[in-house]
């Protein structure tokens, strides 16, 4: 819409803007200009959300069952358990609700409206529709405004569009569909003035502002829960399910059937119940995943939820913005085209170190006549700084284009070369182009920059090593369509002698006779590590997907640059808007560029992946990528650029914003899970072990081989040790080789359960065998006897765990000594049965004996028949494939 008919429809006037009055009226009518608060939790909300969760329920039932025997001790250890894991959460999760604040603490504080004629200064949240609104550089944009006055206008728009560079605004129309980054007679709330002045009329407050709806989108997104979480609640509920149907059924047969009076029937049902409850895996999981963030952290992926850990490992694409994490967000000057020769130029970012080549061999710049003149120019038409802060960094003080071009001036040896400036035309948006007036070596040059096809129309003359010739407008044509299809934006250079006597420039004499230099040649280079990151993805079965709200032409170059893409085919916002789900849904899978995209298309690429089935990661480093952030099934902020808003709707913050840090995360996710699943294959045996003990004893109505308080013991030692060593197993060899697991693999999948109940009823097998023995052939005492069966159990645990530590692969080999904390917990389990066995107040504790060092060789054979077993069933499973 024209500016003059939206000031119309907007029923305001362009010189006096609202009345006191209207602007009350208006006030009531729409609202505060800010975002509203959704309904926040308190801490302890929080906290008590921490428990809802069937294995902490399982947990709890445990605590109360062995509360109910009297054994405080494994009750209170069992409740520590319960609260630690809590108490982890709650601190991970601690930070999550802040992402609306976040968003609010971006808004402007005031505004300078025109009310009534008159020019004053009010708190932004009074703005209304049709207030007057005057900009000026520095200020943040109160509210979304429709400019109607505007002087070389430029805003900071990336945390709304992901485009790396300050926007040109200007009053004209712009298409009905344009979108947000091409919408360039709008200033939108939450964005900041880099240069310039202007005068909007506002036209949206609050949640009609982009950025409100933005916050609107983050507070309808559902989060969704981790796929491990998903698959132990599921395996949780069937374990309940089962232990009490399984309970139930030797109740009514022991009750019926058998002899038992009620009460040592409750017991041994009691004991049942205990068998069967993994009482340690919840607080293993933790561990195991809180061991996955601390290393994880050393590899500068930061954590923010425990569970997030273990989804990092099944992730099978990552949606990753450009600007900042794949590129470096430092605009670098690579090619000098000249009328005779192209020139590249090494290094990246502002750091001046590289060197100037042609046809691949390093140059000396000053033997080039036309580079070095162009180089002059690049260095003294400019107004920004670079300078070395204490970190070694390179930081630019002033616009980015102007920063490649200084650097590439001092690459040239040119940063002392400060002719004096006699005068200068600022860039200007109606204009395109920069000019200064300088006397070096006693004569006067006007040296200009600006867009290549501005400057062109200025110059009559172009310098070649040969002198100065006619200008060949095709060939610069042909070579500005070459360098924007490698995705450089480009800038012009042109030069002109000065008369000695001139003291000032203007645009009327200064826009002919210039002589063209030639074209500069400005990208934002790719992260060194994201092309060597991409590659690894790629082989370990994860696609790579680029979402920016840069130029398609940009977006292709870059993308085929770094290996994304074939550098033919990308998808803009503004097709991606005309297809419905089910199109989008098909084209997820076709494309993996997409170029000029806003908040709410980088929403509908995450959920057409996931409708896909796909488990998709989500970077990004701006306000615009937070709902999509935190719909993805994990959010991945930058911790340096990154703004607050994003790290709190991200599941895990790069603490070096680097795209290879998000590789190394996926190592350690699928080693955390592997290990959750060696976990839950060494644990789950113990208590089909224990259970099978139990039930055989009541279905042949003997005396029970081992009694609940005996079982509690097993299951706290083992899980305690044991299981505990398995969270720090290393990297499995190849872990990066095989694809991603899908999401709806079964944690347990046949071969799992084929290996729980093959150890449960070999150990259990033993453990009951050598009861019987012990109380039946040997007339044993049922201390002793009960003694050696607990010894059996742990011995065959303690061997077992030697298998769990490889899946697959023999026990012995490679790596057997990689993780020392399995011979510390084989050593620590070892004094503890001792101390169980022969410690006077233990025997009474728990009604065991001391026994003959004979007896103990019963328990050790049995444990080496497990481990020898369990190898030969890896053996032949793997020779049948």
């Known amino acids: 819409m024209p500016a003059d008919e939206a000031i119309k429809a907007l029923e305001t006037e362009k010189e006096n803007g609202l009345s006191s009055d209207e602007a009350a009226k208006r006030l009531e009518k729409?609202?505060?200009?800010?975002?509203?608060?959704?309904?926040?939790?308190?801490?302890?909300?929080?906290?008590?959300?921490?428990?809802?969760?069937?294995?902490?329920?399982?947990?709890?039932?445990?605590?109360?069952?062995?509360?109910?025997?009297?054994?405080?001790?494994?009750?209170?250890?069992?409740?520590?358990?319960?609260?630690?894991?809590?108490?982890?959460?709650?601190?991970?999760?601690?930070?999550?609700?802040?992402?609306?604040?976040?968003?609010?603490?971006?808004?402007?504080?005031?505004?300078?409206?025109?009310?009534?004629g008159k020019k004053q200064t009010i708190d932004a949240e009074e703005l209304v529709p049709g207030d007057v609104v005057m900009l000026k550089s520095g200020d943040k944009i109160p509210a979304d405004l429709r400019l109607f006055k505007s002087k070389d206008l430029r805003v900071e728009e990336s945390p709304l569009t992901g485009e790396s560079t300050s926007v040109e605004k200007d009053t004209e129309a712009v298409d009905e569909d344009a979108i947000i980054g091409d919408q360039t007679s709008m200033a939108f709330s939450g964005t900041v003035v880099t240069y310039g002045k202007a005068t909007g009329v506002v036209t949206g407050t609050g949640t009609e502002t982009e950025i409100g709806k933005i916050n609107k989108m983050m507070s309808e997104v559902e989060e969704i829960t981790t796929p491990l979480l998903q698959k132990i609640e599921k395996f949780g509920k069937w374990l309940s399910l089962i232990i009490l149907g399984i309970t139930l059924v030797f109740f009514g047969f022991g009750y019926f059937f058998r002899d038992y009076e009620v009460f040592e029937l409750l017991m041994a049902v009691i004991g049942l119940v205990v068998a069967a409850i993994p009482e340690g895996l919840p607080a293993i999981m933790t561990i195991t995943l809180a061991m996955g963030v601390q290393r994880m952290a050393a590899r500068n992926a930061i954590i923010r939820r425990l569970p997030s850990v273990e989804t990092l490992g099944s992730v099978n694409v990552i949606c990753s913005d450009k600007t900042g994490t794949l590129t470096r967000n430092e605009m670098t000057a690579k090619a000098v085209i000249t009328a005779d020769k192209i020139f590249t130029i090494e290094g990246t970012g502002y750091k001046p170190e590289g060197k100037i080549q042609h046809d691949?061999?390093?140059?000396?710049?000053?033997?080039?006549?036309?580079?070095?003149?162009?180089?002059?120019?690049?260095?003294?038409?400019?107004?920004?700084?670079?300078?070395?802060?204490?970190?070694?960094?390179?930081?630019?003080?002033?616009?980015?284009?102007?920063?490649?071009?200084?650097?590439?001036?001092?690459?040239?040896?040119?940063?002392?070369?400060?002719?004096?400036?006699?005068?200068?035309?600022?860039?200007?948006?109606?204009?395109?182009?920069?000019?200064?007036?300088?006397?070096?070596?006693?004569?006067?040059?006007?040296?200009?920059?600006?867009?290549?096809?501005?400057?062109?129309?200025?110059?009559?003359?172009?310098?070649?090593?040969?002198g100065a010739k006619d200008m060949d407008n095709d060939y610069w044509e042909t070579k500005m369509e070459e360098a924007a299809a490698n995705g450089q934006r480009l800038l012009g250079v042109a030069f002109s002698e000065a008369d000695d006597n001139r003291t000032e420039l203007n645009k009327e004499d200064c826009e002919h006779n210039k002589t063209f230099l030639g074209i500069v040649g400005i990208i934002d280079p790719p992260r060194d590590e994201a092309v060597e990151s991409i590659k690894e993805c790629k082989e370990a079965g994860v696609q790579v997907k680029m979402i920016t709200g840069d130029h398609v032409i940009t977006a292709k170059a870059i993308g085929k640059e770094i290996g994304i893409g074939d550098g033919e085919k990308a998808l803009?916002?503004?097709?991606?808007?005309?297809?419905?789900?089910?199109?989008?849904?098909?084209?997820?899978?076709?494309?993996d560029v997409y170029a000029r995209t806003s908040p709410e298309h980088k929403l509908r690429l995450v959920k057409a992946l996931q409708a896909n089935g796909q488990l998709c990661a989500m970077t990004g480093d701006g306000v615009n990528d937070a709902p999509a952030l935190k719909k993805a099934n994990i959010g991945i902020a930058m911790g340096i650029k990154g703004t607050e808003v994003s790290k709190d709707a991200s599941e895990m913050v790069l603490a070096d914003d680097n795209f290879a840090s998000i590789v190394n995360a996926i190592e350690e996710g699928r080693t955390v899970y592997d290990n959750i699943r060696k976990s839950l294959l060494f644990i789950l045996p113990t208590n089909g072990a224990e259970s099978l003990v139990l039930m055989t004893a009541i279905l042949i109505g003997m005396?029970?081989?081992?009694?609940?308080?005996?079982?509690?013991?097993?299951?706290?030692?083992?899980?305690?040790?044991?299981?505990?060593?398995?969270?720090?197993?290393?990297?499995?060899?190849?872990?990066?080789?095989?694809?991603?697991?899908?999401?709806?693999?079964?944690?347990?999948?046949?071969?799992?359960?084929?290996?729980?109940?093959?150890?449960?009823?070999?150990?259990?097998?033993?453990?009951?065998?050598?009861?019987?023995?012990?109380?039946?052939?040997?007339?044993?005492?049922?201390?002793?006897?009960?003694?050696?069966?607990?010894?059996?159990?742990?011995?065959?645990?303690?061997?077992?765990l030697f298998n769990c530590r490889h899946i697959k692969s023999p026990a012995i080999g490679k790596g057997f000594f990689g993780n020392k904390y399995a011979f510390i917990a084989a050593g620590a389990l070892v004094v503890l049965q001792l101390l169980f066995v022969y410690v006077p107040f233990m025997n009474t504790f728990f009604d065991t004996s001391p026994i003959d060092g004979r007896f103990w060789l019963y328990s050790l054979a049995g444990g080496a028949i497990v481990f020898l077993a369990v190898e030969l069933e890896k053996y032949f499973v793997q020779k049948n494939g």
């Open 30 to 116: 729409y609202g505060r200009n800010e975002i509203p608060k959704g309904p926040k939790r308190t801490w302890w909300q929080r906290l008590l959300a921490q428990f809802h969760n069937v294995l902490i329920y399982v947990l709890i039932a445990a605590a109360v069952i062995t509360a109910l025997m009297d054994h405080w001790i494994d009750t209170w250890v069992i409740l520590a358990v319960v609260i630690v894991n809590a108490l982890i959460g709650f601190l991970q999760e601690g930070k999550a609700e802040r992402a609306l604040e976040s968003i609010q603490e971006m808004l402007s504080l005031e505004a300078v409206v025109i009310r009534g």
């Open 360 to 466: 691949e061999k390093e140059i000396d710049p000053e033997k080039e006549k036309v580079l070095w003149k162009l180089l002059q120019a690049a260095r003294v038409c400019n107004n920004s700084e670079i300078d070395k802060q204490e970190d070694g960094h390179w930081k630019l003080t002033g616009a980015p284009t102007e920063g490649a071009m200084l650097t590439m001036a001092y690459k040239a040896g040119l940063k002392d070369f400060k002719p004096e400036r006699i005068d200068s035309i600022p860039f200007e948006s109606d204009h395109k182009y920069m000019a200064t007036l300088n006397k070096a070596d006693d004569k006067k040059f006007i040296f200009m920059t600006g867009a290549p096809e501005r400057v062109i129309d200025m110059c009559k003359k172009q310098l070649s090593d040969d």
């Open 572 to 591: 803009s916002g503004k097709e991606l808007e005309e297809m419905s789900d089910d199109e989008l849904r098909k084209a997820v899978n076709e494309y």
């Open 703 to 800: 005396v029970m081989p081992i009694t609940p308080l005996q079982i509690l013991w097993v299951n706290m030692v083992t899980a305690v040790t044991l299981a505990l060593a398995l969270a720090f197993e290393p990297m499995e060899e190849k872990v990066m080789e095989r694809p991603p697991r899908e999401p709806d693999e079964p944690i347990l999948g046949k071969h799992f359960i084929w290996r729980i109940v093959f150890v449960s009823f070999l150990i259990g097998g033993l453990t009951f065998g050598i009861f019987s023995y012990m109380a039946q052939n040997l007339g044993m005492d049922e201390g002793v006897a009960r003694t050696v069966a607990v010894n059996t159990l742990v011995a065959g645990q303690l061997f077992y």
